[in-house]
């Protein structure tokens, strides 16, 4: 255990028993260690292991843990340990953790640190050295931000440049000026994308007046762009939240079956729909063979169609366009798809029934994948619009609205073409 | 133009036709921005702008370039232009160029840079600091590695110790031994999950006898999360590669047929499997309106339970357990949610026929549920232990497979019970 590197055995821990996480964390006798293995555990096996743990223990821990470190704790413990943690905190710790718990869940104010390495732009580099050489609670530096009379941002440089100037190099004169900064307010996934875009190592976090409250360092933002891909990906399936695996089947069913229910409304609707057409459907049985198809292929073509749409809306990169292009755009490339898989299953049903339902379901078929095509582009667009997450279009919704309009066009297009 | 930041130049040059792309970019007269932009777009959009470049131009803007962003450009030029500029380009970027061009594509030698700060372990703070003002080709610097008398990479420290250490501490006494380190053939994802993990600036690269060729950066390993989030993505909807966008109708529609096929044949198996209860449905037509719900709901309780699959094989969460046991707790999952539905469903069918057809679709539907969440996983941990990535799986060949299941569990189970 202890020659093993606190992230492994932070890995390995999830694959235990709570029981045996409790076991093996009372085991870790290096309080530094043990603190580090509180932060690196998922929520979830957090909430276990703090079971175990005294309020004062617990305290010992945090105290050498990073202030956004011991916020993230501390945001998860049941509301009454909470308080009691809070209390006991050394006091100028209690006013940052409390100042970073007021920010809103995914914001920049919450994962900051709200310790930076600043400076007085007319500083020079050696009170700048003498001041990182006095600076113990410092993390990993990751640039040297500089302020004015006010307290505010005006400009960033390097540790390297403390390095490769004269001592008393005035720091105003080698820093750069044109600094990106968010505020606390700034979601996390704004964040991400700002440190991706500009290849920072950390974004300064200021108040409405540019005074500096913290930074959002690259460790946080890699964390945060892992957790909105699983996010983006589990919402596109229809699920809310990871972290599955840690609860019981009953907690697993009850997290699953919720979007699943648009399904079922979905398929009773279909049944009704389907209903409708029952004439159609005694005069020839083998209409029915086909309703898969047409529902499998829709559902598919919807599925590329809205997953496309949702990673351009991601990367940005259906700004430019108005969604009338997009959705013509859409249409043609459905059109084109399903015009060669109306030759497949048009040839298929000629050769098994006669050439008249062949060519009913060659129309269908074309028709479905292009209105499919165009669907799936148009809920993650028109969801995105309304200010809700684009991903959540892929999931049940898109499937089940795009199955009623493929079963309508088929059996519509059979009732025109087969006069049934 | 010359206001902008080159990275939001380059977001902004996507949404242009391709002759603007080129005449905007005539319009670049910084040689470093424009060497810069190249960077910064994609592929599709740099094959674009080379078009219009002459050899002598693109080798003069790859001047301004470090050696990794340099090998990114060369790598996607037409054959022919690319051997042109590495005829031209300087000789030892030359041999470093083509040295990260021997390593495969997505490994950690191909997006890693050749040049890092390292030094002897014997030399002082003082003779580091007087290297780091001399180097002017180095990038950002993260940290100082240490090398022995083989060259071989023995310690890592950071540039802030040799600013809180005295002018002759020997660098080797100020080192971390414990450096993580990866070789070049290592797969990008696996050196993103390691620097995700420990949360590195940079993994330095080394060769079998651990002589350093190399490092890779935070920003790259960046670049190649948010690379393999999309192609996950865009897997699971059965599409294989980013970019669309960038393509005409035609190419759009090319792309997106491929695992389409899969669907297709699916659906005409389907006709066939239904073909085969065509006694049963002409017996009882309202049968065929309870197809779309199975067939439904199986495909988004597979996709579910391969969704959280995918994911937990991803984040090395279910690797200490066991497939059986995996199976038998998504089966348990799935007949805890059935069970739910066949309430409502059976309920359906029961007012709305009889009380037999009722029984038997609240049968149909626990039995579905239960082996379309046992198939979901089923198929991404059997691709992810064949080697192949498990994304694919939630595509259309897990929708397509529960499909087929579903429909043979329903009339299986309807002729049972109402004996058709």
């Given at each position: 255990l202890e020659k093993s590197r606190i992230e492994d055995v932070a890995a390995a821990l999830t694959h235990l028993t709570p029981a045996d996480q409790r076991r093996l964390f009372r085991q870790v006798d290096d309080e530094e260690a043990a603190a580090q293995l509180l932060v690196e555990i998922g929520e979830f096996d957090l909430k276990n292991l703090v079971q175990d743990l005294s309020v004062e223990r617990l305290v010992a821990l945090l105290d050498h843990l990073p202030i956004d470190d011991e916020t993230d704790v501390i945001a998860v413990l049941p509301d009454e340990m909470r308080e009691q943690v809070l209390k006991r905190i050394q006091r100028d710790d209690r006013a940052h953790v409390e100042e970073l718990l007021t920010y809103p869940e995914d914001s920049a104010g919450r994962i900051m640190s709200p310790v930076a390495f600043k400076m007085h732009e007319d500083a020079s580099c050696r009170e700048a050295i003498e001041a990182l050489q006095e600076a113990?609670?410092?993390?990993?530096?990751?640039y040297l931000y500089l302020q004015n009379d006010g307290e505010q941002l005006v400009g960033v440089t390097s540790l390297r440049s403390l390095l490769t100037?004269?001592?008393?190099?005035?720091l105003g004169d080698l820093m750069t000026t044109d600094v990106i900064a968010v505020t606390p307010e700034v979601d996390q996934e704004q964040v991400a994308r700002i440190v991706s875009r500009y290849d920072m190592l950390a974004v300064p976090v200021v108040d409405e007046h540019r005074r500096m409250v913290g930074i959002v360092t690259v460790d946080d933002v890699i964390d945060v762009i892992h957790e909105e891909a699983a996010e983006d990906m589990l919402l596109m399936a229809g699920l809310r939240e990871?972290?599955?695996?840690?609860?019981?089947v009953f907690g697993a069913a009850r997290q699953r079956i919720l979007w699943l229910f648009v399904t079922l409304f979905g398929g009773i609707a279909m049944a009704e729909v389907i209903g409708v057409f029952a004439v159609s459907m005694k005069n020839?049985?083998?209409?029915?063979?086909?309703i898969p198809v047409m529902m499998g292929m829709g559902g598919n073509v919807g599925i590329q169609a809205a997953t496309i749409a949702v990673r351009n809306i991601a990367t940005g990169q259906?700004?430019?366009?108005?969604a009338a292009v997009l959705l013509f755009r859409e249409a043609r490339v459905g059109f084109l798809m399903g015009l060669v898989f109306a030759v497949v299953l048009g040839a298929y049903g000629w050769a098994t029934v006669d050439a008249y339902l062949g060519a009913a379901i060659a129309v269908s078929i074309v028709t479905t994948v292009a209105a499919a095509a165009a669907f799936g582009l148009l809920v993650p667009v028109s969801l995105n619009r309304m200010?809700?997450?684009?991903?959540?279009?892929?999931?049940p919704f898109v499937t089940t609205g795009i199955d009623v309009v493929a079963i309508v066009i088929y059996f519509t297009t059979c009732q025109a073409i087969l006069g049934l």
């Open positions: 113990e609670d410092l993390e990993t530096v990751f100037h004269a001592p008393n190099t005035r990871e972290g599955e695996s840690e609860r019981g020839m049985p083998v209409l029915a063979g086909f259906s700004q430019g366009t108005s200010g809700v997450d684009p991903a959540v279009a892929t999931g």
